[in-house]
């Protein structure tokens, strides 16, 4: 789970971009629809989910992990629902996250749109 002040930080993003009916996996927010992967026990549930033109974006924060697999996998499943929805998925950069970001977006050519926050 991430920490509490980053995904402050996060929220104050969405809503500084214009999101409307933002949904977060944190706090008193309604939490976001899950997605089942067949042959997986853990459901995938977006960090932050808010729509902008009628379009739903999602948006991650974005940690430096040693499960890279699984986080790749997670960011592959949540682009295509954005692209399939119209919108993007963003994915939110802490200070000294943003090169190991950048390096995983650019490896598995991912459709995401990082910001450093």
Known sequence: ??????????????????????KANHGDFEVPSQFNRPGEDMPVIPDITGFRT???????IAEKTDE??????RWKLLGTMAAMKGGKLYLLAPRGHKAFT????????????IVSI
């Open 102 to 113: 950048e390096d995983l977006v650019n490896r598995y050519n991912l459709s995401a749109k």
């Open 68 to 73: 890279v697999q699984r986080v790749v996998s």
């Open 1 to 22: 789970m991430h920490d509490s002040e980053i995904f402050d930080k996060a929220i104050t993003w969405a809503q500084r971009q214009g999101l409307t009916n933002i």
């Open 54 to 60: 009628g379009n739903k974006n999602y948006i991650e």
